[in-house]
């Protein structure tokens, strides 16, 4: 066992398996008393939710009241701390591996480009190990310094092979020169060989696809044969019958019962035999005789056959573990016996998607360590997770439950379930299944859903610069919401409003907001703001213009720049406060933004408020708004607190970035970091140029070509153009007009190119019949291409009726 399969304690989302794809059960084994250091002590019993938990005091969960979706799975009620982003991750955007760290900040870019790998097959059946292989190209004299990986495959079918790749384009080169193929293809002996491949850019993570960590497997339990003898034919026949009928079971499960036969012996008074297989190993003839209920129906003699194996479900569960920890590390491994199927289950999720693919490929239907004869199940679970607002979700779970009947049809399993750490402003939704397309489906289903629909007047979008602040606007939103149902979330960075609820109701606000929109009077001014007035407004001048004017006419955004005080109101609004601001007349006080419940950036009460670990509160779509602004900046991603005025500059980690953005924000904002780096790198990265292409290439100083792995176009990573063979010098030529001019001054004087060889060509005097150097006949009206001279003449006396000579240079000719 690894140390992190060691150490992990499963949470109720992975130790609910009852409803997974294998059928998983809860055990009947009663639990140790509850500790409430037990992160399972702060979620919900689903039993106790609903009526009554037999488990009493001893259930890990917690009996407080509250309330379940009934329509959900409940696969999990808290969400694992596993969940969230470690300190660096990275991600795969435009063909590009992205390394990011604390602030949404980016370390580093990896291109295909910049790496290379190569496949080294024929390696030693025994001692191959990565060390190994480190080893064998060290012997051959290769830099192994900048090597990143070494996977070593060996399944016991065929000798060993490596795949090796390096953070340096030609390395695989460099390998390939020293253990390239045999000449002509042959092969000497189990000499290691090397070929060169194509690096795949494959995230170690990504929140933007599905996730394929996970597998499930299963096993048979133990079972043995009973042989049942009885002395009349009816009998066997109706035990029989009822066997089948599954009146009669054994230890809960219902064995395999042939028809009865019958044996020799006029008066054998157990002539009749029901053989029975699949009988559970633990049961014992007192065991088969009491499932027998009717008297009338009890053998004379039973007969049982040994088990098919004899190892516990300790051994079974840790031998089995141990066949994928082999493979890769996990994150969790969890087996829960169940007493009443025929089946082991179990359930692990790797580390890498990799290693569970190759799992799948390397496990399914394999030989059990512990049971020769039968085989291990293992299937791949797709899943795709990310978190929403839990007003969205309040506004639009009808419209996602829609969707459940045919989810299941197609053994899709949906889970809704809050956050475990209050203030609980989020919903964690969870789709998971074994068909990679039918998940990848449900999760833009679900992501169209929680999209909501853009507020539109026409093909206008309907915003104003008010609805930045908490203003007069705001609160007219706030009393439609209340009166209608839907949800009107303000998109700061989009400017834009989104619409969440039954679409024929999202239709009657977009009117009711247009003319909220129409009906406004008041003009937004801003006031910017230069280092002393700020320090001035942070110190008492904003408070004192919120009390002159109204909290719903003034804002602050600390987080433009420069820095402004926004009013929203008159132009005689806007020279009252400029005015207080110009005079400086304030008593200096403390920071407004000491008070608990302020938020950092727009200094009002927060709205849904979230506090950071440097303990400072934003409303929740204020600090999503920061976060987003960061990226629109002139300097390189790095997002720090706003708090004490602008002060703080603590660095927002991705652990608590994620923990305060919804699924959609957090992956959007590490797209726009990474589209701000490469805008910020134009001398290193570019995009290509192809129209709704948006793969990356790395700029170079000399003519290179490169192949975009999603349009296929060649792009010069010099020029930055899809000039194709063309030199850089020659597009340059054609692109300014050049060519045209040139192409302009041929038709003029009389020149036309060879069709064959292109060669330019000019015709003096003659007849139309032109000898290419290159071989070509041409006619010089149509330039039609002939191998002799004669083809030539033929043609031109039959479609143009003569070569071109008038009469007295025939006869001259």
């Known amino acids: 066992m690894n140390a992190a399969a060691a150490s992990f304690v499963p949470s109720r989302e992975q130790s609910l398996p009852y409803r997974h794809p294998f059928g998983l059960r809860e055990s009947t084994k009663p639990p140790p008393p509850k500790e409430r250091s037990d992160s399972r002590s702060q979620a919900p019993c689903r039993f106790f939710q609903r009526g009554y938990c037999q488990r009493g005091e001893t259930c890990l969960y917690s009996h407080a009241k509250g309330s379940i979706d009934e329509n959900s799975i409940d696969d999990s009620l808290a969400q694992p701390s596993s969940t969230l982003a470690p300190e660096k991750i990275i991600l795969t955007f435009s063909d590009a591996l992205v390394h990011f760290e604390a602030g949404a900040s980016i370390t580093k870019v990896s291109l295909a480009s910049d790496m290379s790998t190569v496949h080294i097959s024929e390696l030693p ?171 009338e129906d009890k053998p004379r003699n039973i007969e049982l056959g040994k088990p098919s194996y004899d190892a516990d479900v300790g051994t079974c569960s840790a031998k089995v573990q141990s066949l994928f920890t082999s493979i890769g590390p996990l994150e969790w491994w969890e087996f829960t016996p169940d007493t009443s199927g025929k089946r082991m289950k179990a359930g692990a999720r790797f580390q890498d998607e990799d290693a569970a693919r190759k799992a799948v490929q390397a496990l399914n239907n394999s030989t059990l360590p512990f049971n020769p004869r039968a085989k291990l199940t293992v299937q791949l679970v797709h899943s795709a997770k990310f978190k929403v607002s839990a007003l969205i979700y309040e506004a639009v779970q009808h419209q996602i439950k ?154 602050f955004d600390i987080i433009s720049s420069p820095k402004r005080i926004v009013v929203t109101g008159t132009a005689m609004d806007y020279d009252t406060a400029l005015a207080m601001m110009n005079s400086k ?88 970091s990474f589209d701000s780096y490469v805008r910020l790198h134009p001398d290193t990265l570019k995009y290509c140029p192809s129209p709704d292409c948006n793969s990356v290439y790395r700029v170079t100083t000399v003519t290179k070509m490169h192949n975009c792995p999603r349009c296929l176009r060649l792009v010069c990573t010099k020029c930055h153009a899809q000039h194709g063979l063309v030199s850089c010098a020659d597009y340059q030529d054609i692109s300014t007009g050049g060519y045209a001019a040139y192409e302009k001054l041929k038709k003029e004087i009389g020149i036309k ?22 071989g070509a006949h041409i006619c010089w009206v149509c330039l039609d291409v002939f191998q002799k001279a004669g083809d030539c003449y033929d043609h031109m006396n039959i479609k143009h009726g003569g070569n071109g000579l008038v009469a007295e240079d025939r006869w001259q000719f």
């Open 125 to 295: 059946r025994v001692s191959t190990t990565e060390e190994f292989v480190l080893a064998l190209l060290e012997t051959h004299n290769l830099d192994t310094s900048k090597v990143i990986q070494v996977r070593v495959i060996n399944d016991g079918k065929g000798l060993p092979q490596a795949f090796i790749k390096a953070d340096d384009p030609e390395f695989a080169k460099s390998v390939g020169a020293k253990l390239g193929p045999q000449t002509a293809g042959i092969r000497t002996g189990t000499r290691p060989t090397a070929i060169p491949i194509n690096t795949p850019v494959i995230s170690d993570s990504s929140a933007l696809r599905v996730d394929c960590k996970k597998v499930y497997c299963a096993w048979h339990k133990p079972y043995k044969t009973a042989w049942l003898n009885f002395g009349s034919g009816d009998i066997a026949t109706r035990v029989s019958n009822k066997y089948k009928n599954k009146t009669y079971t054994i230890m809960g499960q219902s064995p395999v019962c042939n028809n009865p036969t019958r044996g020799v012996g006029r008066f054998n008074p157990t002539a009749w035999t029901l053989c029975l297989t699949e009988v559970p190993a633990q049961a014992n003839e007192a065991t088969i005789t009491n499932s027998i209920l009717s008297r």
């Open 585 to 672: 007349e304030v008593i200096w006080s403390k920071k407004t933004d000491t008070i608990t419940q302020d938020c950092s950036v727009c200094w009002t009460e927060a709205e849904n408020p979230i506090r950071t670990k440097c303990n400072h509160v934003y409303c929740l779509d204020c600090f999503e708004n920061m976060c987003m602004t960061a990226t629109t900046q002139g300097s390189e991603v790095r997002i720090r607190c706003a708090g004490d005025s602008d002060t703080c500059n603590t660095v927002l980690g991705l652990p608590e970035l994620q923990e305060h953005l919804s699924s959609t924000a957090y992956d959007e904002l590490l797209e726009k």
């Open 753 to 774: 190119d060879c069709p064959k060889c292109k060669t330019p060509l000019e015709k003096t005097d003659g007849c139309n019949h032109m000898a290419c150097r290159c």
């Open 402 to 555: 829609a969707n459940i009947r045919r989810w299941k049809e197609l053994h899709l399993h949906f889970v809704a379930y809050e956050n475990s750490t209050p203030p609980k402003w989020y919903r964690v939704l969870k789709i998971e299944g074994d068909v990679a397309a039918d998940v990848a489906e449900a999760k833009n289903t679900i992501a169209g859903i929680v999209a909501g629909k853009v507020a539109r007047d026409g093909s206008s979008i309907l915003w104003h610069p008010s609805l930045r602040g908490n203003g007069i606007i705001h609160e007219k939103f706030r009393q439609l919401q209340q009166q209608t149902g839907v949800l009107i979330i303000r998109d700061k960075t989009k400017s834009q409003l989104r619409l969440y609820g039954a679409l024929n109701k999202c239709e009657e606000v977009e009117t009711a907001i247009s003319k909220i929109l129409k009906d406004q009077k008041s003009e937004t001014l801003n006031i910017d703001l230069d280092e002393k007035s700020f320090s001035w407004a942070c110190h008492g001048g904003f408070k004192k213009i919120v009390d002159e004017l109204g909290p719903n006419k003034v804002s």
